[in-house]
């Protein structure tokens, strides 16, 4: 049996592009064979393989026909990827498994390849039922036809042109040939795509991390100081890939923050991309900005010095940054969105209604003066281990493999 884990970039790209690199090297480890191939596969440790035309005047000649594509309103919508890998499906024991299409892979290549080999399609995000948006937020235009996107401008949807509308109907014409496997991290995005009609079976897997690297640390307080938190005050952690992405909750975040009484404000912990200028709004409180963090080792000693994981996103399934955190022993207090109410229970963290500052800082004060959550940080820790371990999502996904090759090359493997 030969994995083929395709996405948009390696592990440093976001949170689904992490997953395929994670499955691969888990796959890897087990002696399965195993490939990774990226559009945009970035240097370094977990690096996966290029996903492109080779040589320099056929890459040429692919972003030329990208770029059309882009300018009719549809970016990727050129299946460059297809001649690379229907290659590998000649071989009769490949199982093709794609992650984040937008904005680097077509998914007429995933529909081209599912006539020829099993092929798995991760459902990361609500893209592959919309237009082209991650997520739709308040819009329910998706659930028609698309069109006149309120996110045009915005990446993905950042063209010229409105091109939703035909996205959305080549998505859903995809999935009417049945000829995919749909898995979702999250029992609530499992729910909305079976219940707006497009796909009707999905398999849930919920995502996982090395519990063995995110873990907590032994000596905290030292920990603190060699990363510069003072160890006479709470600490608390705000975190995404890119730290001021509207969807994440940033602002909603710090609203909860100025709620506090001055006398009981945290530190504040931020990690993620973002500029200087940004960071003013943090003016008033004591906080260190991080940067991006692509190390494993690092990432976790950030999570395991702090005392809460404050997230406040606005549209999300079920990300990493909540598990690396619970595997760390760290809580998560936050909004009850999207898949996060299957992660955080009462005893290791706590949701209210999303957009409930008033309700979030009221908790989040209690936790601070230790009127509440006393025994989170080792039910947080507990909670990871049992439910998402990355040894439990490899064994889901392997039986999942397994179950849709095809009859010769099962007998092969």
Known sequence: MHIVQVSKANRAGGGASNVAEALHRGLSDRNIRSTHYARHPGQGAGSALPLGWPGFP??????????????????????????????????????????????????????????????????????????????????????????????????????????????????????????????????????????????????????????????????????????????????????????????????????????????????????????????????????????????GQQLSAIYAAADAFLNCTLADNFPLSVLESLACGTPVLGFRTGGLPEVIDDGCGALVEQGDVGGLAALLHRFLLGEIGRDWRHAARDRAVAHFSLQRQIDAHLALYRSVQRPQAARIA
């Open 58 to 295: 056929l890459r040429q000649a692919e972003r030329a026909l990208q770029s059309l594509s882009r300018a009719a309103g549809m970016p990727y919508l050129i299946p460059a990827e297809y001649p690379l890998l229907q290659r590998l499906a000649g071989a009769g024991d490949t199982v093709f498994h794609f992650h984040d299409l937008s904005g680097a892979i077509s998914p007429l290549t995933l529909q081209l390849l599912a006539r020829r080999a099993p092929v798995v399609w991760s459902l990361h995000d609500c893209s592959p039922i919309t237009g082209g948006c991650l997520y739709p937020m308040d819009c329910a235009r998706y659930l028609q036809h698309c069109g006149s996107c309120p996110q045009r401008g915005s990446w993905p949807l950042n063209t010229l042109r409105d091109g939703t509308r035909q996205m959305r109907a080549l998505h859903w014409r995809i999935h009417r040939e049945r000829t995919i496997r749909y898995v979702s991290p999250s029992r609530w995005l499992a729910s909305v795509v079976r219940g707006c009609g497009a796909i009707d079976e999905v398999t849930v897997i919920p995502n996982g991390v090395d519990i063995e690297q995110f873990r907590p640390a032994p000596q905290r307080q030292q920990l603190r100081a060699r990363l510069g938190i003072p160890g006479h005050r709470p600490a608390v952690l705000i975190t995404a890939s890119l730290l001021m992405d509207r969807r994440k909750g940033a602002r909603e975040a710090l609203q909860v923050l100025k709620l506090l009484p001055a006398a009981s404000r945290p530190f504040v912990m931020l990690v993620g991309h973002t500029r200087a200028q940004d960071l003013t709004p943090f003016d008033g409180f004591d906080c260190r900005h991080f940067g991006y963090i692509d190390d």
